[in-house]
Nanobody, 120 residues
Framework: QVQLVESGGGLVQPGGSLTLACTGS????????MSWYRQAQGKSREWVAS????????DYADSVRGRFGISRDNSKNTAYLQLNDLKPEDTAVYYC?????????????WGQGTQVTVSP
């Protein structure tokens, strides 16, 4: 059974940093690109960042480029999202998914996510 569990969220002041983790089970992450999304209260879910499974290269939404960094440790079957210089508008529930460009493996579902709150 494929499962992705997000963790690492919390309350942080503006300008602060967090590292989110996405731990997978039931599959080998090394053959899948991984993506992060977020959903702020009352807003639609939006794409944040994606990487590639077999080649270098990452992509970011304009709103986070230069502040966030996506990475992975295939030996731990875990993907990460480093959040730096956080702003109140980054407040959201953050989710990870296998896949990129809106294409996900059949049957995959959204996990519980991890809450990030940026507030003084």
């Amino acid at each position: 059974q494929v499962q992705l569990v997000e963790s690492g969220g919390g309350l942080v002041q503006p300008g602060g940093s967090l590292t989110l983790a996405c731990t997978g089970s039931g599959f080998s992450m090394n053959i899948y690109p991984m993506s992060w999304y977020r959903q702020a209260q009352g807003k639609s879910r939006e794409w944040v960042a994606s990487d590639r499974a077999v080649s270098a290269g990452t992509d970011y939404a304009d709103s986070v480029r230069g502040r966030f960094g996506i990475s992975r440790d295939n030996s731990k079957n875990t993907a990460y999202l480093q959040l730096n210089d956080l702003k109140p508008e980054d407040t959201a529930v953050y989710y990870c998914r296998r896949g990129r460009d809106g294409r996900f493996p059949p049957g995959d579902t959204w996990g519980q996510g991890t809450q990030v709150t940026v507030s003084p």
